[in-house]
């Protein structure tokens, strides 16, 4: 009896089964699996878990720039001129790490090892260097334009107030057209980063589960704004079940006592 356990745990029974994906992972490791009848759009993947930084456009445009300015540069020098640009819009070298590997997946950098030095250097790729520097040329004339124009603090401060000066409606389409915005980059980012945005929400992406996924969710949904999207109400309906419902009813009228 141990051993027919114990061999039915070797073969991967307790792992999830539905659509695999060819993704890195490590020896021994459980592979990730979303079934088929994990249906969730991309606008609601984003609102129970965002993704943890941004690898658009902005960013992007951004390292392209330090990279056209001081390429070939090593890797570990990079992290230094983009903290000496003024512009920077990255938080921490893990985001510029994600930004690269985008960068590296999309064709416009790429990696090698200086013999002499034996330190890795970063370069731009031959194929996109004209679309590049046409990038910098554009970003580097923008920025420049609104130095002279006025300054960024006056900008924000006109864009505020026009945001605060409109009706309901104008502010629903506003937040309609940033959802469409957002499906669009989560529709660009699942042709690279698959495993990031296709994953189950109550385990990791090693495979282990995580029991306190819906009490995050929760939590993660009171901090959003409200909405009347109806799908939200029947998303959130279809997952309270009756154990979830005894657990917040008890842990109600403890708060209340």
Known sequence: MRRAIWDRFQTGANLPRGVSYNAAKMKHWPSQKVPENFAFTPE????AKALPRDTGAIPKAFVLSVLYRHQPCEVGALWGHCVEDPQIVLDSKLHLREVLQQARSEGFISFEMDPITHHWLCHLTRERYEEVR???????????QGLKQRPAADETANLSRGFEAMDQETKKRHLERLTEQIAEVATHLRHFQRTEIDYLPY???NGKVNFMWWYETVDTKTALPPS?????KHLEESYANPTTRYIQDKSNEGSQG
């Open 44 to 47: 609601q993947r984003l609102k």
């Open 134 to 144: 046409s990038l910098v040329v554009t970003r580097n004339s923008g920025i420049e």
């Open 203 to 205: 385990t990791d992406l």
């Open 228 to 232: 009347n999207d109806a799908m939200d």
